[in-house]
């Protein structure tokens, strides 16, 4: 199956955006495309005010727009993430559409982005989003995928009740690292949680725009079971479109079975001496 990364620059409203995403989907279709993911925050700039601004409902007309263009293109679309609002409470969500149209995941981001990196990057997620309590994953007919929302990835414990739980063979990643981040950990943390869990990611970034408040990283990438680079971007608006083979996650896990050799018997949270001392001494 092919998946296609739609790394585009993100214009000030959601009626702005709509008509651009729409076009890319549509060359991503083009492209081959069976699943799309936009990146976070498609619908506006990354800013505590625009995601108060811009939140939406779950049946808002945008969403109902990417959901009858997921219908039109019989295609998969990540939705990115937008801010969700339900009652009083906002959520950074990405929604996932299959192509009849149908939404068939949720995920309200788990991890919020509260940092303060001495000479670097400042933002506090929680000013202004609640935190989701629910991991994600979705069936298609190619095999089950995760989703998580970029700080998510920096948690290991997500991504392994995925492969583990949710028996997925791949984790989709709307994600907006920044030049602080972006350049120290985005590709590392792409590999790690790819080998780790012997399961392809895939990072779908913002393009950067340098007139923005908030200036992403870009480099939208996909990594295998191998802990390997498939292809990556750089910081400039594109798509990428790669082709992801699940019989390699199978075949990985065979030669290689991290997984099946996790000592599950040491893995308990319980008062124990420290480690190093023998009890029978």
């Known amino acids: 199956m092919k998946l296609s990364l739609i790394q585009m620059k993100v214009a000030p409203s959601p009626a702005e955006n709509l008509p651009k995403i729409k076009a890319l989907l549509k060359q991503a279709k083009d492209d081959g495309a069976d ?46 993430s937008v801010p969700e609002a339900q009652g009083k409470k906002i959520y950074n969500t990405a929604f996932v559409y299959n192509p009849k149209g149908h939404q068939v995941a949720r995920h309200r981001k788990i991890h919020l982005f509260d940092i303060n990196v001495e000479g670097g990057q400042y933002f506090m997620e929680s000013d202004t989003f609640t935190a989701g309590d629910l991991c994600t994953a979705f069936s298609t007919p190619w095999g089950r995928f995760g989703v998580m929302i970029c700080y998510d990835i920096r948690f290991p414990e997500l991504s392994r009740i995925l492969a583990l739980y949710e028996d997925v063979q791949a984790i989709l990643v709307p994600a907006a690292f920044n030049m602080t981040t972006g350049p120290a950990h985005w590709e590392l943390s792409f590999r790690a949680r790819a080998l780790d869990n012997q399961v392809f990611m895939a990072g779908c970034a913002p393009a950067r725009d340098i007139n923005a408040s908030y200036h992403a990283w870009g480099h939208s990438i996909v990594t295998d079971p191998w802990g390997s680079v498939v292809a990556q971007l750089d910081e400039k608006e594109r798509i990428l479109t790669v082709e992801l083979d699940f019989a390699k996650v199978d075949k990985i896990r065979k030669e290689l079975p991290l997984l099946a050799h996790r000592r599950k018997d040491l893995y308990i949270c319980k008062r124990v001496p420290p480690f190093g001392v023998d009890k029978a001494k």
């Open 35 to 80: 699943i799309a993911v936009l990146p976070e925050m498609c619908v506006c700039p990354y800013e505590n005010a625009a995601f108060v601004r811009y939140a939406m409902e779950k049946d808002d007309p945008f969403l109902q727009e990417i959901a009858q263009t997921a219908k039109e293109l019989g295609l998969y679309i990540v939705a990115g």
